[in-house]
């Protein structure tokens, strides 16, 4: 019953600092600045690219396109890999300015 509990609880901070992270970067940051174990959510968009280019390569081997419907989903697979990549970038760039400004005090 215990370890349950534990997997519900860490589950549920997981989703709410995913959340956090998606609508108030700035905030949730700061938020896992005080809380070091909730440091590896930071991470996540590398693990949204890991699990994109699996997809990717899991819909080239069982679907085949060809015309626009190629392009289209070059398009798609091509901005949300940008996307996830500036996403991580901000994140990691409040981070450094959190862990320098802490060390300035």
Not at 97 to 103: C, G, H, N, Q, T
């Amino acid at each position: 019953m215990k370890k349950r509990v534990i997997l519900i609880y860490g589950s549920y901070l997981w989703t709410k600092m995913l959340i956090g992270l998606t609508f108030h970067p700035y905030r949730s940051i700061k938020e896992t600045i005080r809380r070091p174990v909730l440091l590896p959510v930071i991470f996540s968009p590398i693990i949204a690219i890991l699990l994109l280019f699996i997809a990717a390569k899991l819909g080239s081997l069982l679907i085949t396109v060809y015309g626009m419907q190629r392009e289209a989903v070059a398009i798609f697979l091509s901005t949300t890999l940008i996307s996830i990549i500036f996403w991580q970038a901000l994140l990691l760039y409040f981070l450094i300015s959190f862990f320098l400004a802490m060390r300035k005090r």
